[in-house]
């Protein structure tokens, strides 16, 4: 099979237009179905006139008496009124119909009953008077609902009281979902080497059940162009939209484009958003066809930019659009022009205002998606966004969740993910919000009101202190207050059995030794080169010095891997992963706050838990972790 390199770069309006615009008169045909719980969310495809009004007789609202209003008149305190049972007054429950010849029902409460079958009002009552006219709900052959309508609980109600028990709905459209590629498995604990969990079709299943259509999805198919066309033209045979996961690109092994063009039309090959670039848009036959990038972030979004319209459009739906909120950027953005780029962000209102946190961009990383509260765009004509302007973000989480965000920005700590836990676990209300920068970036943010509090672990090379004299510098004026997580112990990670015998900085720069850093900034690597110029090392000797992780975690996993012989970082992170680990100094990591946060709800939530016995309990298991100040102040400006 000849290798289809694509060179289109269309602007996301055309390639809408041209796949959209294609397929805009197809609509999902009608089928019949019961009123059931399981009409919730189906699509109307004719309206609904009610058969019966609602209620279908005159119906006591009140349990009492049903009378004719006139016996009553006259009725006072000074001069009540007597009624005989079975004549001028007769018993009703809520929900009765009325009896030949009343008009109106006297509540219960405001009778006397008296002996010998009578009771004694002392008011009259108006015609009508606690009654539920007939049809005073609904009269039969008005309108309930009309056609291309999502059903909503109450609507199901609505149909049953209308007297209809069965309605035409479109019927759900048929995604078939064709995962490809060879060096995808599927779900195991231990793939190995070059094997990739195929995940997407489940991701992708749910969105599509999400948007009211059927997922379809078939088994792995590797990347060979007959398999895929074979299964290709089964799902044509049996579903009503086509999408191929992976192989959109212009590698050796991708086969969507040309799968698609000799079943169909190929409309579009490569759009101008980022992420989402190598996707197609097409036909197989005449039912539309997506060819989905593999990377998952950019799987999801060719779904929200093509598929869900599509499907809108199929069910007679007009575009339901997330709810969008104006956010401050919390630092500069660049991007490229000429590309619509999505981009992912953390929300969370600091004082009054709203703070939009960037997340990291990459399309594989499955992190971003679930941390995202939202999306941002950044047009094609712009190079990027400025820190600190307002920008629109299209909610991807309830504004509820969003508004009781504690925003913390800062130096990584594997603690942070137990109060995150532990936060939601005793109160459910607030949710942790953790972007991990480095300590000094943490400050900083502070500084500029992006956050409510920083984790920080900067070392004072004169003074031997931590954290103080960089909150003098960089927070003057601002009255912060230092509150102790823990101490902790930083060490040298390598891998088991340390084939390369490191046991002190020194071995750093050992050849054929290859270290990974931390970024500027990071605690870590403050006191990293703090060492390094007390013992006199040149860090320009240590090969990999350059090479920079933001967190522990991605420390150890770079050693697990073999993309380094070792790292610094803390002992819960080489234990998570199981890495051989060679202690080296304490230190002590600090949550900085300001004054004005200390008695915001969602603070105050997070210092209950940081003082509680279970996360002590919790943070011992990690190791590496001595609490004797946990939850102390330590400082304040």
């Known amino acids: 099979m000849k290798r289809n390199v694509y060179l289109d770069d269309i602007p996301l309006q055309e390639a809408q237009g041209r796949f959209l615009g294609y397929f805009a008169g197809l609509r999902s045909p009608a089928e019949t179905i019961t009123v ?118 109450v609507d199901l109600g609505a149909i049953l009281a209308g007297g209809v028990r069965e309605i035409a709905v479109h019927k759900r459209p048929r995604v078939a979902i064709i995962p490809t590629g060879s060096e995808l498995v599927a779900a195991t604990e231990s793939p190995a080497p070059g094997e990739i969990i195929e995940f997407n079709s489940t991701m992708m299943a749910a969105q599509v059940l999400e948007w009211g259509a059927e997922a379809l999805v078939y088994p792995i198919t590797p990347d060979h162009y007959e398999k895929i066309t074979r299964r290709a033209l089964q799902a044509l045979e049996e579903a009503d939209i086509i999408l191929l996961g992976a192989g959109s690109s212009a590698g050796s092994k991708d086969y969507s484009a040309q799968v698609m063009a ?90 009054e205002k709203l703070v939009a946190t960037p997340l990291p ?97 900067l070392l004072d090379p004169v003074s031997g202190e931590y954290n103080v004299s960089y909150l003098k510098q960089h927070l003057a004026g601002r009255k912060v207050c230092l509150i102790n997580l823990a101490h902790r112990q930083q060490g040298l990670m390598v891998r088991p059995g340390n084939p390369k015998a490191i046991t002190k900085l020194e071995d750093l720069i050992r050849p054929g030794v290859t270290f990974v850093n931390r970024q500027r900034g990071a605690g870590t690597r403050v006191l990293l080169d703090w060492a390094l110029a007390e013992e006199g090392i040149d860090p320009q000797a240590i090969e990999g010095y350059n090479r920079e992780e933001y967190t522990h975690t991605a420390v150890a996993a770079a050693v697990q891997g073999g993309a380094a012989d070792v790292g610094l970082g803390v002992l819960s992170a080489a234990r998570a992963l199981k890495l051989d680990f060679i202690p080296w100094r304490l230190e002590r990591y600090d949550l900085a706050i300001p004054a004005e946060f200390l008695q915001h709800p969602g603070v105050v939530a997070i210092l209950k838990v940081i003082r509680s016995e279970e996360f002590r309990l919790q943070v011992k298991a990690l190791g590496g972790y001595d609490l004797r100040d946990c939850g102390q102040i330590m400082w304040e400006s």
């Open 262 to 351: 000799e079943l169909g039309e190929v409309f579009v090959h490569g759009a101008a958003t980022r992420p989402g670039k190598p996707v197609v848009l097409g036909r197989m036959q005449e039912k539309p066809a997506l060819g989905v990038p593999g990377y998952p972030g950019s799987a999801l979004l060719c779904l929200d930019l093509y598929l869900k319209p599509l499907l809108e459009g199929m069910l007679g739906l007009g575009p339901e659009e997330a709810p969008v909120l104006t956010a401050h950027l919390s630092r500069t953005v660049a991007s490229t022009l000429g590309m619509d780029e999505f981009l992912r962000v953390k929300l969370g209102p600091v004082g």
């Open 36 to 153: 059931s719980p399981a009409a919730a969310g189906r699509v109307t495809a004719k309206p609904i006139f009610a058969r019966l009004s609602a209620p279908h007789y005159h119906a006591a609202a009140m349990d009492g008496v049903a009378v004719a209003a006139q016996v009553t008149f006259g009725a006072s305190e000074t001069s009540p009124k007597k009624l005989a049972l079975g004549e001028d007054a007769f018993w009703v429950d809520t929900g009765d119909p009325l009896p030949p010849g009343t008009n109106a029902v006297i509540m219960v409460e405001d009778l006397h009953q008296l002996p010998a079958g009578q009771v004694e009002i002392i008011a009259a009552v108006s015609p009508w008077e606690h009654v539920r006219l007939l049809g005073e709900d609904m009269v039969q052959t008005e309108l309930i609902l009309p056609a291309n309508h999502r059903l909503r609980p």
């Open 361 to 457: 961009r990459g399309a594989a990383l499955t992190t971003s998606m679930v941390q995202a509260d939202g999306v941002l765009m950044i047009p094609r004509h712009s190079e990027g966004i400025v820190g600190g302007k307002k920008v629109k973000v299209q909610l991807l989480k309830t504004e509820g969740v969003i508004k009781n965000t504690v925003v913390a920005v800062g130096s990584h700590d594997p603690t942070l993910d137990i109060i995150a836990n532990l936060l939601r676990e005793r109160d459910r209300k607030f949710t942790l919000s953790s972007a991990h920068v480095g300590s000094l970036a943490g400050l900083l943010s502070l500084r500029r009101g992006e956050c409510h509090l920083a984790g920080t672990h």
